[in-house]
């Protein structure tokens, strides 16, 4: 039986192999496809009946072109016209009957303007909040050349990602993802690695949206109790007056701590000061809103699968797009207030240039990744030929988006009676828990992270259990586990250390570090050597990229 499967021609009787005919189709995917036969070749669907002769002898000559090479070597692969195209996908099964594949991937594939749309929607999320906190670090101008820089940046590692398994010959890698890629040129090493670093992001992601959710349920049950009881926010001290009001809300203090009730005073004296002394008590945005949060999400992350969590990821969309009403709105109101003071600091504005911009490009690192799952989108785009232009579109729309909120809230920031220096990591937390507009902006998304918290909890539990247990659930106790671990770095990162645009910049340097700079570089140096193309323009290029990971990562912890 072994005699059946042998090749007639081993690759050390050729002399000469494919590969060194200098051939430029050694990537083709048709040498892989499995058996094919036209459609005027098929019976009925009926398995009663067989085949055409005419089937069974183009099924005899593929087979022959096989016998003849091994699958190592294509000197002598089925040539082009022997084997029909991809969209006539027939299966020949050796009872002797022929099948159409019917729900073939071509009738789900999306359009260009989905699959840019879906890149943009996955891109978008809590680091927006933090882009006018990071200009504001890096200084205006030098904030804005930093923010197209590090996109641009982002788009060619990203590209480098998306075409690293096409790069790869004689494996099929169509099902591969970036893991995959890193394991084939990095071994064992590779795959864990790389998982680890996408695990940072997913944790980081996790530990930010905590601190949110928190932020959001205090602002949003302030409101409310703040409506019910007839209280009214006084901002005089700490902020503008009117009725588009901005507030700076530690001027002069931790932004760690909790200072809600040094703002309130009482319109009607009627009520009691024991009782808002009372709500301020179990309400507090570090040491009791975090742990309330707990009842709610913790149970959720415990569910074997995350399906209905996910069909509330819209309301993604409809946040970030509520939130750029939200900022013209303001911003119409307000209007700008600027002036360029290229190095020296004033009282109310920053110079353009500061030397804390490292904490931007940190925000910025996790603001365009997307290159652990962009493999996975790309599949689904019905033109793959439009794969790098589509990429591009996308990354533009989420660049303008960054700067378009980036710069409306830097610039209609109220300079003076504030000082530019007040606008927080959440660019929210600069409006009152009164402001109409902000409450709906945090309340949808509040009720988008609740939706979306599970489903990052999800990616993570399949990661750590299917690579340790081989079960992406293996015990309710062992998921329980690591759901109470996760839950105890959003607590505590919430009480203690609530400062969003800090846990941003250290998870997406630390993430980028990895599955930005390092792998894509080392694997796109690799797979040019071996072609033999490997220039040293290109070795010095990729060979920055990975030293500007490192310096990005490591100036993080000196700012």
């Given at each position: 039986m072994e005699d059946d499967f042998r090749p007639l021609l081993s690759p050390e009787q050729i002399g000469e192999s494919y590969s060194n005919r200098g051939s430029t189709d050694s990537l083709d995917f048709k040498a892989k496809r499995p058996f094919h036969v036209e459609p005027r070749n098929i019976v009925d669907d009926d398995p009663q009946e067989r085949v055409s002769a005419e089937a069974a002898i183009l099924n005899s000559r593929?087979?022959?072109y096989s016998r003849l090479t091994g699958s190592s070597d294509r000197l002598l692969s089925p040539p082009n016209h022997v084997i029909p195209g991809p969209e006539e996908l027939y299966i020949y099964s050796p009872l002797g009957t022929a099948f159409k594949v019917t729900g073939s991937d071509h009738s789900s594939k999306n359009p260009s303007i989905i699959t840019i749309f879906a890149i943009w929607n996955t891109m978008m999320g809590t680091s927006i909040l933090s882009i006018p906190w990071g200009i504001k670090q890096a200084g205006f101008t030098l904030g804005i050349l930093i923010l197209i820089f590090t996109g641009l940046l982002m788009l060619y590692c990203c590209y480098v990602v998306l075409k690293s398994p096409k790069a790869i010959p004689y494996v099929d890698t169509s099902d591969w993802e970036f893991p995959d890629v890193?394991?084939?040129?990095?071994?064992?090493?590779?795959q864990w690695s790389s998982l680890v670093f996408s695990m940072v992001s997913i944790i980081g992601a996790m530990v930010v949206y905590w601190v949110l959710m928190s932020n959001f349920l205090f602002n949003t049950g302030q409101f409310i109790y703040n409506s019910a009881h007839n209280i009214n926010m006084s901002d005089s001290e700490f902020g503008t007056n009117g009725s588009?009001?901005?507030?700076?809300p530690f001027p002069n203090t931790d932004p760690g701590q909790n200072y809600t009730i040094s703002t309130l005073y009482l319109a009607n004296s009627g009520n009691d000061t024991s009782d808002v002394s009372s709500f301020e008590h179990w309400w507090s945005k570090t040491n009791t809103v975090p742990l309330y949060l707990i009842t709610l999400l913790l149970p959720l992350l415990c569910f074997r699968s995350a399906s209905f969590f996910a069909r509330f990821t819209f309301l993604g969309t409809i946040s970030v797009v509520y939130l750029i009403v939200l900022v013209t709105i303001k911003a119409v109101h307000l209007g700008f207030h600027l002036e360029f003071h290229w190095f020296d600091t004033t009282h109310f504005y920053v110079p353009e240039f500061r030397l804390l911009f490292p904490q931007f490009t940190g925000v910025l690192t996790l603001a365009f990744f997307i290159h652990n799952c962009i493999i996975t989108l790309m599949k689904s785009n019905k033109h793959q030929e439009n794969n790098v232009r589509d990429l591009s579109v996308a990354y533009l729309l989420v660049g303008?988006?960054?700067?378009?909120?980036?710069?409306?809230?830097?610039?209609?920031?109220?300079?003076?009676?504030?000082?530019?220096?007040?606008?927080?990591?959440?660019?929210?937390?600069?409006?009152?828990?009164?402001?109409?507009?902000?409450?709906?902006?945090?309340?949808?998304l509040l009720f988008q992270m609740i939706t979306v918290y599970p489903l990052l909890g999800y990616l993570l539990r399949v990661q750590v259990m299917g690579q340790i247990f081989g079960n992406h659930y293996p015990s309710f106790f062992h998921v329980l586990a690591l759901n109470i671990l996760i839950v105890g770095a959003g607590v505590?990162?919430?009480?203690?250390?609530?400062?969003?645009?800090?846990?941003?910049?250290?998870?997406g340097a630390t993430c980028g570090l990895a599955l930005v700079f390092v792998f894509p570089a080392l694997v796109h140096m690799i797979s040019l050597k071996r072609q033999g193309s490997l220039r040293w323009p290109s070795a010095l290029f990729h060979?920055?990229?990975?030293?500007?990971?490192?310096?990005n990562l490591l100036a993080q912890f000196f700012m």
């Open positions: 593929v087979h022959y890193c394991r084939y040129y990095f071994g064992k090493f590779g588009d009001k901005v507030i700076c303008l988006t960054y700067l378009y909120v980036g710069v409306l809230i830097f610039a209609a920031f109220p300079s003076p009676p504030l000082f530019k220096d007040c606008i927080e990591p959440n660019f929210l937390d600069n409006f009152p828990s009164s402001d109409v507009m902000v409450f709906v902006a945090r309340t949808f505590l990162m919430a009480k203690f250390y609530p400062n969003i645009g800090s846990i941003i910049r250290f998870s060979s920055f990229l990975i030293l500007l990971g490192l310096a």
